[in-house]
């Protein structure tokens, strides 16, 4: 719980990737080849996306297999689940599929392991796919699975930024998430839908076959008439005859109907199947993917490997996942059926069955999936024991959403008060966000709490909210220190949010002037720091030094302190991250003091990125860092950016007075900027809604979608979109994003 990074991000996925993901399904016996539908694909000229919607059953994992086979060895695979509603977890996935057939080059994970993952991550991709030396095919299969709107929107963004010759080929249940009409109009689209997908009679005869079925030509033309060539419904009546069903295939009913093929499953394979087989089938299905050692913890038994293999052997619903035949899954049809049947038989065994999954994958070093099953048992204790474990090395990979999705089960299971360790990291989470209305919702919570014992993580309750209270700073610098000192006393000893304390209390000697105190408190913290391996918080306590070296005039301090933050800084890996605000904006300041009016201008604008997360929830490093930028847009002879950042500080100030001598210091800079005269406001002057703004601005987003997505009105984002235009000195949203570029004001632009 620390708004620092344990590590630098990676040049590489910044977490462990499920590699059947990354690969179409192996194909099993018994599977037709749609040759047709695929020859048609491939007969289209190169059109950039490919749509394949239907109902489950109708066979499109198993049309795009097809097709990347054809596309092979340049063809990237990806299937999505309900885990990926992270951008930062779908679009590493697409980026590990495509750095597999070219590289993709660091800075494209680097990027995905920032906190700009979701706006930054969609052009990294476009821009790196241009790069590449010859065209790539994408699959994303199972669309449907997302349900954020950033995540569509990722999708989107792919969808239209295509360079010439690649292709995006997306599988999905429900409407994907892409403009089809402005696609269909530019001919950038080809659709295959349920009656493509239905089976045609000569299609029908060798998959009977291949499933031992022996059905004369009346017999499938009858079949294919009751299942409308419903590819699902035609394998079930063929697993049906090869479970001992009595019915011959002219005498089976199978329709496109969830409820209807529920019935048929049970009566024509579950009841047909020896009861210790059906308990198998519908047991596992809580499983997303089975091995021999996890369904025979989850069951309590054993040999379930074997049993797999002969499930495999007869076609019996599952789907191997490697070439080895370890690990496997049920066709998704097939596990919702399964999973609804054991509602329906053994209610009572569910939650037994996912604790026992639970146990196994923490057991077994994969506590994010213990976590979801942890979840579905509603075993709390266990989920915040594991949340509290991964909250920091999750979100340090850039999965935000993922660990706020953990968050908010507690708040779902009204849970929060009763696990504050939970709620004062969620808070703090909201606070590095920029949103202090859900922080001190959050904060209330973790307050209120009347659990006192050791956490999880070996720091004590009274220790973790004392924690989060002396970042709040909501009663002055005083208490700050106190909290500071609470936290230390009860944080484990190997805690990486001991440097953040000792930094805290050094601060708070700084805003109360006493700078010897604060001087040896920040040569603490830096040590501190450096030994926890927290790199990302090391030229934040440098820039914090180097302000204390400013005030007492020490010039040849300072620069060396600047020259090691700006070591640390470069490559750009923490741009993105909120503490960077006052790093850059103290290395304008003091590049502009050494004459280099260049790299001040850089580092301003580098700042002021960041300015939307500057609130008076993290008060104390938000007000100093819009100080320094304060200052440097005064040597910059910019009034006009001055006076927008000081607004912003008397925002904060409002709501957080009490900051030690800070207020004098914004008071003594509105005086300098009333001497001062300058023209027209510029990009400086931008205000924190249009800055929020502005990331948006170079999407495929229209305005009222933009609206939707920052909870304003159409004509509001109008407006805002309008004073950017004037304040960059542009006339139009295609010369704005130029110019943003340019200035520098676009994340990994």
């Not at 999954?357 to 999936?369: C, L, R, T, V």
């Not at 005039?553 to 890996?573: P, T, Y």
């Not at 040597?635 to 007075?657: F, M, N, Y």
Request: with cysteine; aromatic share 6%.
């Amino acid at each position: 719980m620390t708004s620092l990074r344990a590590e630098q991000p990676p040049s590489r996925p910044a977490f462990e990737l499920v590699a059947a993901k990354l690969r179409p399904p192996v194909t099993r016996t018994g599977i037709v080849p749609r040759t047709a539908l695929v020859d048609r694909l491939l007969a289209a000229p190169d059109p950039p996306v490919i749509a394949v919607v239907a109902p489950a059953g109708y066979g499109k994992t198993t049309l795009l297999a097809q097709w990347a086979a054809h596309k092979a060895p340049r063809v990237a695979w990806v299937s999505a689940d309900e885990r990926d509603n992270d951008p930062a977890v779908l679009l590493t996935y697409i980026a590990a599929a495509l750095d597999a057939v070219e590289p993709l080059g660091a800075g494209v994970f680097r990027t995905l392991a920032s906190p700009a993952a979701a706006v930054a991550g969609p052009r990294q991709l476009v821009a790196a796919l241009g790069g590449l030396d010859a065209p790539v095919a994408l699959v994303i299969d199972h669309v449907e699975t997302l349900n954020t709107r950033d995540c569509h929107d990722a999708i989107a963004a792919l969808a239209l930024g295509l360079p010439p010759g690649s292709q995006l080929a997306l599988g999905s249940r429900d409407t994907l998430p892409v403009p089809a009409a402005r696609l269909r109009a530019e001919r950038g689209l080809v659709e295959v839908g349920a009656d493509d997908l239905a089976m045609a009679e000569h299609e029908v005869r060798p998959l009977l076959a291949g499933a031992g079925v022996d059905a004369g030509p009346d017999d499938v033309r009858t079949l294919v008439d009751r299942t409308e060539g419903w590819p699902v419904g035609l394998y079930l009546a063929a697993l049906a005859a090869t479970v001992g069903s009595p019915r011959t295939p002219e005498g089976l009913t199978v329709g496109g109907d969830d409820r209807f093929v529920g019935d048929y499953l049970r009566a024509e394979i579950l009841d047909r199947v020896s009861p210790d087989e059906a308990a198998f089938l519908t047991r596992t299905s809580i499983l997303d993917t089975m091995s021999g050692p996890l369904c025979d913890a989850v069951l309590a038994t054993t040999r379930s490997a074997r049993r797999l293999e002969e499930m495999e052997d007869r076609n019996l619903l599952v789907v191997p996942l490697d070439h080895r035949r370890e690990t496997y899954r049920y066709h998704h049809l097939f596990r919702d059926l399964l999973g609804a049947e054991l509602r329906r038989r053994e209610p009572e065994a569910v939650r037994a069955l996912h604790l026992r999954a639970a146990a196994w994958y923490e057991e077994n070093g994969q506590p994010e999936s213990a976590i979801d099953h942890a979840q579905a048992a509603g075993d709390a204790d266990r989920v915040a024991r594991l949340v509290l474990r991964l909250a920091n090395p999750v979100w340090a990979s850039g999965r935000a959403d993922t660990v706020l999705r953990w968050m908010r089960w507690f708040e779902d299971q009204d849970l929060v008060a009763s696990y504050p360790g939970i709620a004062a990291h969620g808070a703090l989470m909201f606070a590095l966000m920029g949103r202090p209305g859900e922080t001190e919702r959050w904060a209330v919570a973790a307050e209120q709490s009347t659990v006192t014992r050791v956490l999880d993580d070996g720091n004590t309750v009274e220790a973790t909210v004392a924690y989060l209270r002396a970042l709040l700073c909501r009663n002055g610098v005083e208490q700050m220190r106190a909290d500071a000192a609470t936290a230390l006393a009860g944080l484990a000893p190997a805690s990486p949010y001991r440097a953040t304390m000792i930094h805290t209390e050094a601060v708070a000697d700084l805003l109360d002037g006493d700078l010897d105190r604060a001087d040896a408190g920040l040569v603490h913290a830096l040590d501190a720091a450096v030994g926890a391996g927290v790199l990302p918080f090391v030229p934040v306590v440098l820039a914090e030094r180097g302000i204390l070296a400013a005030a007492r005039e020490e010039w040849d301090d300072v620069g060396d302190l600047a020259d090691r933050a700006a070591a640390v800084m470069a490559g750009g890996e923490f741009d993105d991250y909120w503490t960077s605000a006052l790093v850059y904006a103290w290395l304008a300041r003091v590049a502009l003091r050494r004459g280099d009016v260049a790299l001040g201008r850089d580092h301003v604008g580098r700042a002021a990125r960041l300015r939307g997360l500057l609130t008076y929830a993290l008060p104390v490093v938000s007000v100093q860092a819009l100080l320094e930028m304060a200052r440097a847009y005064i040597a910059l002879a910019d009034p006009a950016g001055g006076w927008a950042v000081l607004r912003q500080v008397r925002d904060i100030l409002q709501q957080r007075p009490k900051l030690g001598g800070l207020p004098a210091e914004a008071d003594d800079l509105r005086d300098r900027l009333d001497t001062m005269r300058g023209g027209a406001p510029g990009a400086s002057s931008l205000t924190t809604a249009e800055l929020r703004l502005l990331p948006l601005l170079p999407t495929h987003l229209t305005f009222p979608e933009i609206g939707e997505r920052l909870y304003v009105s159409r004509h509001t984002v109008k407006t805002q979109a309008m004073s950017v235009y004037r304040k960059l000195g542009v006339s139009s949203r295609s010369e704005a994003i130029a110019r943003m570029r340019e200035l520098g004001l676009l994340a990994h632009a």
